[in-house]
């Protein structure tokens, strides 16, 4: 049984960081694509970041220089470390793993998701 258990949301003022772990077990994090994606109230789910199984990474263009995708094999565990953060970047924040060794930018790409971790920016 896979499992993703986000931690590390919370309150946080305009141009703070963040950084949101997620613990995964029945999967090796090393085998597969692995992400984040987030949902604002009223909006689609969207892909923020991604690391694939080879250690390459890919991010929204809306986060590019501001947010880091991470894994820690020994650990099991994906980061996604948030700075300069904006009160747009207000969302629930979904770990995903994907079915694949690279990460889908697309939801329909991802077999396994977190339940998720709420991130509030206040300006």
């Known amino acids: 049984q896979v499992q993703l258990v986000e931690s590390g949301g919370g309150l946080v003022q305009a141009g703070g960081s963040l950084r949101l772990s997620c613990a995964v077990s029945g999967r090796t994090v090393s085998r597969y694509g692995m992400g984040w994606f987030r949902q604002a109230p009223g909006k689609e789910r969207d892909f923020v970041a991604g690391?694939?199984?080879?250690?390459?990474?890919n991010y929204a263009d809306s986060v590019k220089g501001r947010f880091t995708i991470s894994r820690d094999n020994a650990k099991n565990t994906v980061y996604l470390q948030m700075n300069s953060l904006k009160p747009d970047d207000t969302a629930v924040y979904y770990c995903?793993?994907?079915?694949?060794?690279?990460?889908?930018?697309?939801?329909?790409?991802?077999?396994?998701w977190g339940k998720g971790t709420l991130v509030t920016v206040s300006s």
């Open positions: 690391i694939n199984w080879n250690w390459g990474t």
């Open positions: 995903a793993s994907s079915g694949a060794l690279y990460m889908n930018s697309s939801p329909r790409g991802i077999d396994y």
